[in-house]
């Protein structure tokens, strides 16, 4: 059904918008300021880079998995890190760790996924043009490109990339002859990272006036899908956030290279002690963790906000709970600033101020479980179409629940004491965090790239792509638990100095890699999918998954200004799906009410006459003002 | 095992060969005509599937929760210990019931409710009792389980008791040194980092006088059970974290910020030798800080011996301003006689020859063993 729908506003008022000259080809791929390419740049750059952060890990999933294993066939890529016998380096080992550990966090599940979704869905959803500054939203991918490329360099220098885990924890990390991760790998990583936050604070400032700024007529927050909800939150949290964490490495810079001691004090290191008095290696970890714990909450937001679009209409059943939803949105939100400390129960931190953020953490377990109830309630009773994008939401949630109940586990400081920094935590922030933002990605590169591309991926590589991903990520990170109880550590890179973990284990070990590898694998059947059909693909229908949200009423490939003519007024919800009397099983957000008598609800009747109001609103349409 | 990784090998090649070959017939089929609308075969497929999953899934947690379990670590070596570990247990009992129940649900809904023709889903935006009801439930068990975890938390964190036997460990790249309070005054001396040189490894500061005669050691701790046992725990050059597995001890190392953890081990290595039935049994320390390239072989032995033992073992320390007499230079003068019985010799003598020196030692054994 096409739901371009003939609103006599949008008929009224002629297109108008063919006054801008075609552009040159740099200008309209490369440089461009339309959010629709610049979100293609990001989900492009996401992709690579998680390309190279999985290869990351499946290398050191070899020397966990198989530490007998000659991997001499690595030295083609990994050079010198291969030593003479064929062994990876133990400095390499941790560089590797740490990569994969940046690189998935922030290149891929950061910017990858709000960098392309919120780019992408907010001025479709919310119904503008473009972002409030195009030129801002262009800078933004182009910041993140030089880190992007600052990163990549840092792989391939003589000392190695950064090695000190992702946390980057100094003295370590401030200290160049501590380790050799920390000479010029350091100094590219946190320059990197500089300019990815600025990278971020651009398009997060842009993400939220949109939202607050350009929506249509009729698009009252209380309609808003919970997909710019979520959007919108993560762009919040990220503002508030990442500036801490450019101070924490701004810090990190003048004591590497300009001899101040904010981090350190009473250091004798090889052979030397250092005049550094006064710093506090704690502060490091506060201002971190300051950024670090919203951070899990800014790459899971957009994943849990698209999940929500995603399974409603594919269950074609309203979400169950909207406005419970943006209430546990909103306390997880702000529950993430206050909670930062758990990450730091045995760093000497005062034990008082562990038991606080004790209290604070599992606080914000129950907006959580309230998000993983309504997921399951709106599946009850519904009509559920599997498409990859819903087999990936339904894999999210499940993985949201199996990694955050271990959460409550760990944000117990009396249990943390042993489990802190053993394989448990791995597994317990891979499943929630990392699997569960993955998958969030995946489902929305599945039910969005209709309208990213114009053409349809491929359904059935589709389903094979998600249970081989589904299963491997399980058959991963599920044993990790077991090794975590048995108190193994992580970031070692052999278990062969412990009797506590020598000889055991080996073949849960292996089992691990293998199916990292197995998932990795599976990982080619998306990349085929995905280029495949962007040459190749079906070619999409108006509305594919007959959907509610505004995106849907645009042209199959929308142009500059995403719609032609006037951008289409809002009158109700994002979730009129099987309504009682409705002859179809959705009713889109930009049909009145006064169309639908058949459906309404009572007190939807008294809704229209708004209508006549929402039509008369000012327009905030960027292509009519002055410029 | 070589020979089921090289079989799984080719299992997933296979696989992959076939996920390959049906890819192409997959793909030619694709480009047909757009069938709006049209729920087929594949949708009861995946259904099918999230059950199959379900149920595999429950089997294969079960089997490997058995097979694993021979593996976790054996009972606490502690109070404090056993204390957290029934409360892991417990929280993971009520995690596994949410675990199972909610996956349970999701899948089972996810099976029950896939697309039939002509149904329409039920219209059910929201009710506010179930919400309610669902955001109480887990408060109260969360409450739960967050109080008996802050007390645990609350007693494990308290000031260690005043008898407490006090030692020190300081971590380095890449080993952990340990110092004890010595064999007269059971007091550790003062230390300063700027005085750590490869003699004085810790920095002991001989300008105060409880340092004469502490001891270091590279190798091992010794502690005595069923002691309250204080460590101070320091750092050298970046951070370290002391993990001792078997007592649930965990605290990081802070270079310029002392940090502690007390305890009391309750079973000693010959007892878990027996317990575990492993004749070569020992406690160890590991390290759990990121701290470069030996981070994952810091080992250092922890030996938990009866008090008998303890003190025998003791009185055959020497302190390190014997084991390293040119340190008394750094002794003030007016502290000199105090060092003197460690010392082999008046500092100003020639290197102590060794019929002084083992003089001295008996002399130090004498001491020790009057003063205790």
């Known amino acids: ?627 | 095992m070589i020979y089921i990784v090289i079989l799984l090998s080719v299992i997933f090649l296979g696989l992959a060969a076939v996920v390959v070959s049906r890819m192409a017939t997959v793909v030619k089929n694709a480009n047909g005509p757009v069938e709006e609308g049209h729920i087929g075969m594949s949708n009861r497929i995946n259904g099918a599937l999230f059950m199959i999953f379900l149920v595999l899934s429950i089997i294969g947690f079960v089997w490997s929760f058995l097979y694993a379990k021979q593996f976790f670590l054996p009972e606490a070596s502690t109070p404090h210990g056993r204390r957290t570990d029934f409360l892991f247990w417990l929280s993971m009992g009520i995690i596994t019931v949410a675990f199972v129940i909610t996956n349970a649900l999701l899948f089972i809904f996810a099976w029950l409710y896939q697309y039939k023709e002509g149904r329409k889903a039920a219209y059910y935006p929201e009710n506010h009792k179930l919400e309610l009801i669902w955001t109480v439930i887990p408060a109260v068990v969360m409450a739960v389980m967050v109080f008996t975890g802050w007390r645990a938390w609350r007693d494990i964190m308290s000031e260690a008791p005043a008898d407490a036997q006090v030692f020190e460990i300081v971590g380095k790249q890449f080993n952990w040194i340990v110092r004890y309070p010595g064999v007269d005054n059971n007091k550790l001396g003062a230390f300063n980092y700027k005085l750590i040189d490869s003699n004085n490894e810790t920095g002991i500061d001989y300008t105060d006088e409880a340092s004469f005669d502490d001891y270091v050691s590279t190798s091992e701790l010794h502690i005595p059970v069923g002691r309250p046992v204080l460590l101070k725990i320091r750092a050298r050059d970046v951070l370290h974290s002391v993990f001792i597995p078997h007592l649930r001890v965990k605290m990081d190392a802070v270079p310029g910020m002392p940090t502690r953890f007390w305890f009391t081990a309750d079973k000693t290595t010959d007892e878990m030798r027996n317990i575990t039935g492993n004749p070569n049994f020992g406690y160890e320390i590991a390290c759990t800080e990121v701290c470069g390239q030996g981070h994952f072989s810091m080992r250092i032995r922890l030996i938990i011996e009866d008090e008998a033992s303890y003190q025998a073992w003791c009185k055959e320390q020497k302190p390190l301003l014997s084991a390293v007499p040119e340190l008394a230079s750094r002794i003030p003068a007016n502290l000199k006689s105090k060092a003197a019985k460690y010392l082999p010799a008046e500092e100003t003598a020639a290197p102590a020859d060794s019929v002084t020196a083992s003089v001295i030692t008996k002399g130090v054994k004498v001491a020790s063993a009057t003063l205790r």
């Open chain 1, 1 to 627: 059904m096409a739901t371009e729908s003939a609103n006599p506003a949008t008929v009224a008022h002629a297109a108008e918008h063919d006054h801008h000259e075609p552009q040159s080809f740099w200008r309209k791929y490369i440089f461009s300021e339309d959010h629709k390419t610049i979100a293609k740049q990001y989900l492009i750059s996401g992709i690579i880079w998680s390309i190279i952060g999985i290869s990351l890990s499946v290398m050191f999933r070899l020397q966990l998995g198989f530490p007998a294993m000659k991997l001499d066939f690595l030295r083609p890529i990994l050079g010198g890190w291969i030593d003479e016998t064929g062994k990876l380096d133990p400095d390499f080992y941790l560089a590797l760790v740490t990569m994969h550990g940046t690189i998935m966090v922030f290149f891929v599940l950061t910017a990858g996924l709000s960098g392309t979704f919120s780019n992408f869905l907010i001025p479709l959803q919310v119904g503008a043009r473009d972002m409030a500054s195009g030129f801002l939203n262009m800078l933004s991918y182009w910041f993140f490109f030089i880190a992007s490329m600052l990163m990549l360099w840092s792989l391939f220098i003589e000392t190695g990339p950064a090695s000190g885990g992702w946390v980057i924890y100094p003295p370590l990390s401030a200290l160049p002859q501590a380790h050799k991760g920390s000479e010029f790998g350091m100094t590219l990583w946190l320059i990197s990272m500089a300019l990815f936050i600025v990278s971020q604070l651009l398009g997060g400032i842009n993400y939220i006036t949109t939202v607050i700024n350009l929506r249509t007529r009729g698009m009252s927050f209380s309609k808003l899908p919970l997909t710019i909800w979520a959007f919108f939150l993560t762009a919040v949290l990220g503002l508030i956030s990442f500036p801490v964490l450019l101070s924490a490495a701004l810090l990190l810079i003048f004591d590497r290279s300009f001899g101040t001691s904010f981090y350190l004090s009473e250091i004798y290191i090889k052979g030397e002690a250092l005049p550094n008095v006064g710093g506090s290696p704690i502060l490091f970890q506060h201002l971190f963790w300051f950024l670090g714990h919203p951070e899990v909450y800014i790459v899971l937001l957009p994943a849990l906000g698209m999940t929500s679009e995603i399974i409603a209409t594919n269950s074609r059943k309203p979400i169950f709970g909207y406005r419970a939803m943006i209430a546990s949105m909103m306390g997880i939100a702000f529950l993430a600033f206050i909670v930062w400390a758990h990450h730091m129960f045995v760093t000497g931190m005062n034990p008082f101020l562990g038991s606080i953020f004790m209290f604070l953490t599992l606080i914000i377990a129950v907006p959580s479980a309230v998000k993983a109830f309504n997921y399951i309630t709106t599946l009850w009773r519904g009509n559920i179409r599997f498409t990859p994008a819903m087999l990936f939401s339904i894999g999210l949630v499940s993985f949201f629940i199996s990694g955050g109940l271990t959460g409550l586990i760990l944000g117990n400081s009396a249990l943390d004491i042993q489990l802190h920094d053993t394989y448990f935590v791995v597994a317990h922030f891979h499943l929630v965090m990392g699997a569960a933002s993955a998958f969030g990605l995946l489902a929305g590169v599945y039910h969005w790239f209709p309208k990213m591309f114009g053409r349809m991926l491929n359904e059935k590589l589709g389903y094979v792509h998600f249970w081989m991903t589904f299963i491997g990520i399980y058959l991963v990170f599920f044993p990790m638990h077991y090794i975590g109880i048995a108190g193994f550590p992580r970031r070692y890179y052999a278990f062969t100095s412990y009797d506590f973990t020598k000889n055991i284990f080996a073949d849960m070990n292996a089992f691990i890699s293998l199916a990292a590898i197995f998932t990795f694998a599976a990982q080619w059947i998306f990349i085929y999918n995905f280029v495949y059909s962007l040459i190749k693909g079906r070619k999409a229908p108006q509305n594919p998954w007959k959907s509610n949200t505004l995106e849907w009423t645009a042209p199959i490939n929308p142009g500059h200004g995403n719609w032609v003519g006037e951008i289409p007024p809002v009158y109700r919800w994002a979730y009129d799906y099987s309504k009682p009397g409705a002859k179809d099983d959705f009713i889109p957000q930009n049909v009145p009410f006064s169309q639908t008598p058949e459906s309404n609800l009572p007190h939807e009747n008294e809704l229209i006459g708004m209508e006549k109001e929402i039509e008369a609103q000012y327009l905030n349409d960027q292509f009519n003002q002055p410029h």
